[in-house]
């Protein structure tokens, strides 16, 4: 990762190898007085346990970096301060169980919603609010989740609320759960079997979620087979997506579009589009996605007063119809293998006019890619993310994240006139804009 110069630095040492438990409490030091600073300075209140509404951080360049730094110390710290290798390497074995913990709590029995802010309840008490009838098994994923903050546990079997079990009152995000606690989880199991079986191959078919759910067919079809498996997926897309908006919204400058159409390609029910129109209210959109999606969009999708903003349904395997000036992609690239996403770009190609970067963007035309993108070799845990998100591509469709030279091998396999840029590069997030266009000839 490259800072940016004019931000604070937090002092740190050149490499993991030269670092020591006082060097790593320093830069744990220097990152929480930027931090505090920051907020002293924009009169913002500190994070606190002690406030159910305490705010989040803001995202601000100088806060990222130290909240970078401030990470990687504390996750050396912890590895670091063992009495045996086996208190540590027990961590990664152990963490799908998280994963268990929160389905079961906040995506199967909607804990979060059963309790007031303010109240502390007995297991008992939640068990039968949520028409749980295996107590001991619900106080055990209780405690389970209580490990990262979300709900506390105040005397025996009895619990309140916490900044992050209030979170997942919100449905959107407990979705997620449940598309990582069945969907990704039924397939991980299958990891080695599908590498044994089915090695090296990029086949939606052949991934290890299609061994353990549908033999010969992909994630996709699957979904579109099982309406409710669907909707929980739409609504997860959701949630995970609420924390990109506004970085989203000041990565790429979406103003320069004027009022040209937008393709919102793979968009899912619209709620990307609608965070893009919020950044420039006069693009024209089109949210294009396969028709069991556009179907259940459609039941719940609200343009907002004025907006321009339609649904339809597309295959982006079949060659792009829709005249556009921008086909926005916002992660689907990553649920696809090299030479499928390539197909889909070259979907595109003759759609596109061609472009030279300091014109205006309104004299041509062009693919923006949101994805998050690798950073090979970053010090841990800073790519965790990413890397574990290349997991999950892998396990759900024998797909995968890639670095930025991998988007552009990508564009320049479907058409060698593509150029590339990237947005956010400078910056500290996964989450990054690839934008492609075909370069005019001088
Ligand atoms: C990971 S989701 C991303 C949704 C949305 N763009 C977002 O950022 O939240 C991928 C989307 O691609 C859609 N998709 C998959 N295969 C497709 C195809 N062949 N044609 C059109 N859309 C497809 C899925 O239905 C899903 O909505």
Redesign the pocket.
């Known amino acids: 990762m490259v800072a940016p110069t004019s931000i604070p630095q937090p002092v740190s040492a050149p490499s993991l190898e030269q670092e020591t438990l006082q060097s790593l409490s320093k830069t744990v030091q220097s990152s929480v007085d930027i931090i505090t600073k920051y907020l002293a300075a924009n009169n913002l209140p500190e994070p606190t346990f002690g406030d159910l509404n305490s705010p989040t951080l803001p995202l601000v360049p100088e806060i990222q970096l130290a909240k970078t730094k401030l990470i990687e110390a504390t996750h050396a710290l912890e590895a670091l301060t063992q009495t045996h290798r086996w208190d540590y390497c027990w961590k990664p074995m152990s963490n799908f169980l998280e994963t268990v913990a929160v389905k079961v709590v906040a995506t199967d029995f909607d804990v979060p919603n059963a309790m007031e802010l303010n109240e502390e309840l007995s297991i008992k008490e939640i068990c039968k609010r949520v028409k749980c009838d295996d107590e001991y098994k619900l106080l055990s994923c209780m405690r389970t989740t209580a490990q990262s903050f979300i709900f506390k546990e105040t005397k025996p079997e009895h619990f309140v609320h916490t900044i992050y079990s209030v979170a997942f009152r919100d449905r959107k995000i407990a979705s997620y759960g449940g598309v990582a606690g069945e969907d990704t989880y039924s397939a991980a199991a299958q990891f080695t079997q599908s590498m044994k079986q089915h090695p090296n191959s990029s086949r939606t078919e052949e991934a290890p979620f299609a061994l353990a759910n549908c033999p010969g067919k992909s994630y996709?079809q699957f979904?579109g087979e099982h309406p409710e498996r669907l909707h929980r997926?739409?609504m997860a897309?959701?949630g995970?997506?609420l924390a990109a908006y506004e970085l989203l919204k000041t990565l790429y400058p979406w103003n320069e579009l004027g009022n040209g159409r937008l393709v919102?390609?793979?968009?899912?029910?619209g709620?990307?589009s609608l965070a893009i129109h919020s950044a420039n209210p006069s693009l024209a959109i089109t949210v294009?996605?396969?028709a069991p999606?556009i179907a259940q969009a459609k039941e719940t999708f609200t343009s907002p007063k004025g907006a321009d903003i339609t649904l339809e349904a597309?295959?982006?395997?079949e060659p792009q119809t829709r005249e556009a000036d921008t086909y926005f992609?916002?992660?689907?690239i990553?649920?696809f293998s090299d030479e499928l996403s390539v197909k889909i770009i070259k979907n595109i190609v003759p759609q596109l006019k061609p472009w030279k970067e300091g014109r205006s963007r309104s004299e041509g035309s062009r693919i923006i890619v949101?994805e998050m993108i690798l950073t090979p070799g970053a010090r841990a845990p800073t790519d965790r993310h990413t890397v574990y998100m290349n997991m999950v591509m892998l396990s759900l469709l024998n797909a995968k994240e890639r670095d930025y030279a991998e988007f552009q091998a990508l564009f320049r396999k479907a058409d060698p006139r593509f150029k590339t840029k990237l947005w956010g590069g400078e910056g500290i997030q996964g989450n990054k804009i690839v934008e492609a266009w075909i370069e005019e000839e001088e």
Do not use: I, N, P
């Open positions: 996709f979904l997926f739409g897309m959701e995970t997506s919102d390609v793979g968009g899912g029910v709620h990307v294009q996605d396969l999606t597309h295959d982006f395997f992609f916002r992660h689907v990553h649920d949101a």
